[in-house]
């Protein structure tokens, strides 16, 4: 769907453009050009004029266009005869350096992303080398047995629904194996869910700030995000007000709710037990389904976490709570396999429409999963050690480099939510994108441009990755100039 951008919309699109001492047109070109890379500015989108934009912006229309000559001599915007200026991507023999959705890329693939650029922007562990081969191995010698059939089905195979009904139901989530749909990942379980359940012009209430595709997911199906703000405790980890979520439920009257309460992406906190059944009361009240991403329960570092917030969801007829899970953070993003836990009849809705989608998930896959699965109480503690080594590794190097940031420390997941002290974190991506640093910015975790003060950093690398990433970081710091206006003066 096109989309179009008057003056006004486009500038609160751009936020707070306070320079780093460059000319006004290379500061308002990147900015186009980050808000294209981390999603919050859509491909496709037609812009304002050269006059407009100058206008609404109180600047020369010389500074825009030297801007926007700038942007399509980069491959980011193209005007079309007629019908004026548009957002694009660069090509593959651009010069300039490519944008990215987001989304986790290879440094080797068809992303552009160089050998040398350290990606910060993504949150995904390496996968465990020895435990994804002893499963390919088992996965292979189990095959046979299924290549008599036909290969479909849409529920996934019997064998890989059982050992995840039976992992959740350790967990504390009684789950059946026809409790259990196996998808293409926990985001395609989302999306599954989104199609069958929402309707254009629905509202969804999210957490503020939250994982960003799945505010993308609402926009896509033309629903409406409602952010719920979390609160925050004493040592500044995220907090979930009940309070807050019940009001957000009766005056919004959402089709459904998407919550992250396990190491919260992106500030990592943990809904505690109180909370969840406050939570699923208040949806029981409202008859709001709840959307639960549980992919990052198994990586506590701390201590266990509560059981699944659909562990309090226990009387008959009430709003379905609905599980997302994966095997994405806990071993590696490249097994597409994911699940969706939710009652029978919702199951049943999500896979009529599921049947015209994708039919069902790779058999070879599938197989590959449930041999990671059974051996995964064996893999877990040995990533959770690296992880925690990794994350207060990374704490005592900001807390060196940069001691004007904060960031509580989580008790698990992959990445820490830093607070700058000021809101430059889009021109502070802007600047590290020169030393060779890929960052998502702040806002690109909430609605309406908030989060410019705080910055996503994943711990997932090795420690010396994180050393480089943090000098690299100080760096880009160095010249981004918190006190500045914004760098906006007619080029002549």
């Known amino acids: ?70 942007l399509r001599g980069s491959g980011h915007l193209a005007r079309r005869r007629g019908s004026g200026t548009w957002t694009t991507l660069p090509s593959e023999g651009s010069s300039s350096t490519p944008v990215v959705p987001f989304a986790p890329t290879s440094a080797a693939g068809p992303s552009g992303i160089a050998p ?15 435990a994804m081969a002893r499963a390919g191995r088992e996965a292979l010698a189990e095959l046979p047995g299924h290549l008599v059939g036909p290969g479909y089905d849409l529920l996934g195979l019997p064998v890989l629904r059982g050992l995840v009904a039976d992992r959740l139901t350790a967990q504390g989530l009684p789950t059946a194996p026809d409790e259990v749909m196996v998808t293409a990942g926990s985001q395609h379980a989302h999306a599954l869910v989104v199609r069958a359940l929402v309707r254009p012009g629905d509202r969804v209430l999210l957490e503020q700030p939250t994982y960003p595709n799945a505010i993308d997911l609402v926009r896509h199906v033309s629903a409406r995000p409602v952010p719920m703000a979390l609160d925050r ?68 570092l701390t201590e266990p976490v509560p059981p699944p917030l659909g562990a309090w969801a226990t009387m008959p007829g009430e709003a379905p709570v609905l599980t997302l899970g994966s095997l994405s953070k806990s071993v590696w993003g490249g097994v597409r396999i994911g699940w969706l836990r939710g009652p029978r009849a919702v199951l049943r809705r999500v896979a009529t429409s599921r049947a015209s989608d994708d039919i069902a998930s790779p058999v070879l896959e599938q197989l590959v999963a449930a041999a990671l699965l059974r051996g995964i109480d064996d893999l877990l503690p040995e990533r959770r050690a690296t992880m925690a080594a990794r994350r207060d590794h990374l704490l005592g190097a900001l807390a060196r480099t940069l ?90």
């Open 1 to 70: 769907m096109e989309q179009q951008l008057n003056g006004s919309a486009f500038v609160r699109h751009l936020g707070d453009l306070a320079g780093d001492g460059r000319a006004g047109y290379a500061a308002l070109a990147d900015r186009v050009r980050t808000l294209l890379s981390d999603g919050r500015l859509a491909v496709g989108t037609r812009v304002p004029s050269e006059r407009e934009l100058a206008a609404a912006l109180g600047i020369g229309r010389g500074t825009v266009a030297a801007a926007y000559d700038d």
């Open 116 to 130: 040398d650029v350290i990606d910060l922007a993504h949150a995904a562990p390496a996968a465990p080398a020895e």
């Open 233 to 300: 405790d004493a040592v500044g980890r995220a907090r979930w007000d009940v309070a807050a979520f019940a009001a957000g439920l009766r005056a919004s009257a959402p089709a459904l709710a998407y919550l992250v309460p396990d190491h919260h992406n992106p500030t990592g906190g943990v809904m505690d037990a109180a909370a969840r059944e406050g939570v699923v009361a208040a949806a029981r009240r409202h008859g709001v389904p709840l959307v639960v991403d549980d992919c990052l329960r198994d990586l506590w």
């Open 403 to 492: 001691p004007e940031w904060t960031a509580p420390r989580p008790s698990g997941g992959l990445s820490l939510w830093v607070d700058l002290g000021a809101p430059r974190s889009s021109v502070l991506v802007e600047a590290a994108a020169r030393q060779g640093l890929h960052l998502a910015a702040g806002p690109r975790f909430g609605t309406g441009g908030a989060f410019e003060g705080f910055l996503r950093v994943p711990y997932t690398h090795p420690v010396d990755v994180l050393d480089d990433a943090v000098v690299r970081l100080a760096a880009a710091w160095r010249t981004v100039d918190a006190g500045s206006p914004a760098m906006l003066s007619p080029v002549v």
